[in-house]
């Protein structure tokens, strides 16, 4: 593997950071995840707006524009077209004279970027929805969950937890209200009353969520789909339950807290979730 690291292109085993890094001492940065299908990078200015948001939020000077050039040279390097893209930027390493533990940044420092890709599978291999078990955990995360940042601590232990009760996810309530999976954005479709179904995700104001890309996407592609607060009673009558997100794209959650969703198999409205996701892919988002 090929790691691109502070503008240099390296091998993995000499990617290199200083043990004094903002990033290890006190989780001071952010990440993306990217997903590149035949070369071609999935709705890489969404990300690019995200990051460069979340780097003003966090006053880590760095321009998240550059992000979508080193990308390419970090595929080529890796010789990979089906692939995960991961990069990483922190505040960077104290200088001489610069406190190493100060919470606030005794001076400017120049970020730390760091980038890898490993192989995926194709579109061609992404036709149905993949499936989870899920539990309902407790969401004791921070309140800026817009922010993509790698303190990640909250997420692991709600997925240390729900691999403790046998499941593969957790999707994550706060004050009764759905937020998020620990790695994905959740959709529910609901009965609307009238024998029909519709679709709902929770709205940004409603608990602390990540806007994430694929769940963009699949908003902007579909006005019907209701964006708002969902009730955790909603959640566990829902007929489904889906998580987005860019490395697992639509995933069918068929049980959830030992109760099957639905029919307890992937529906309908994944499936069309699914579809609709790989045309806007196939078409150029």
């Given amino acids: 593997m090929i790691v691109h690291l502070n503008g240099k292109l390296v091998p993995r085993d000499q990617a290199l950071v200083s043990v004094f890094d903002r990033g290890f001492l006190f989780g001071d940065g952010l990440y993306e995840g990217l997903r590149a299908f035949d070369g071609r990078v999935v709705a ?57 533990r100060g919470r606030v940044p005794a001076g ?18 992404n036709a149905a929805p993949a499936v989870k078990r899920a539990v309902i955990s407790q969401d004791t995360r921070w309140l800026r969950g817009r922010v993509k940042s790698i303190s990640l601590l909250g997420g692991v232990l709600a997925a240390i937890e729900a691999h403790e009760h046998g499941a593969d996810d957790a999707i994550l309530v706060r004050d009764g209200l759905v937020a ?25 104001q409603s608990a602390p969520i990540l806007a994430g890309v694929t769940r963009d996407l699949l908003l902007a592609a579909d006005p019907a789909i209701e964006e708002r607060s969902i009730s955790v009673r909603e959640l566990v009558e829902a007929r489904e339950i889906m998580l987005t997100g860019t490395l697992s794209m639509v995933t069918s959650v068929v049980e959830i807290g030992g109760r099957p969703v639905g029919t307890g198999r992937p529906g309908p409205c994944a499936a069309g979730l699914l579809e609709l996701l790989l045309r806007l892919i196939h078409g150029g988002r």
Wanted: charged share 20%.
């Fill in 44 to 100: 890489m200015d969404l990300h690019v707006e995200r990051l460069r948001q979340g780097l003003a939020e966090c006053r880590i000077a760095w321009d998240a524009a550059e992000m979508a050039g080193l990308t390419d040279e970090l595929l080529r390097a890796n010789n990979l077209r089906d692939a995960f893209i991961y990069w990483q930027v922190t505040r960077g390493t104290p200088g001489p004279g610069q406190a190493v």
């Fill in 180 to 204: 998020e999976g620990t790695s994905s954005n959740v959709f529910v479709a609901l009965e609307d009353g009238f024998g029909g179904t519709r679709i709902a995700t929770p709205s940004l």
């Fill in 108 to 125: 400017p420092m120049m970020p730390t970027v760091m980038g890898f890709c490993y192989p995926t599978s194709g579109l061609a291999q």
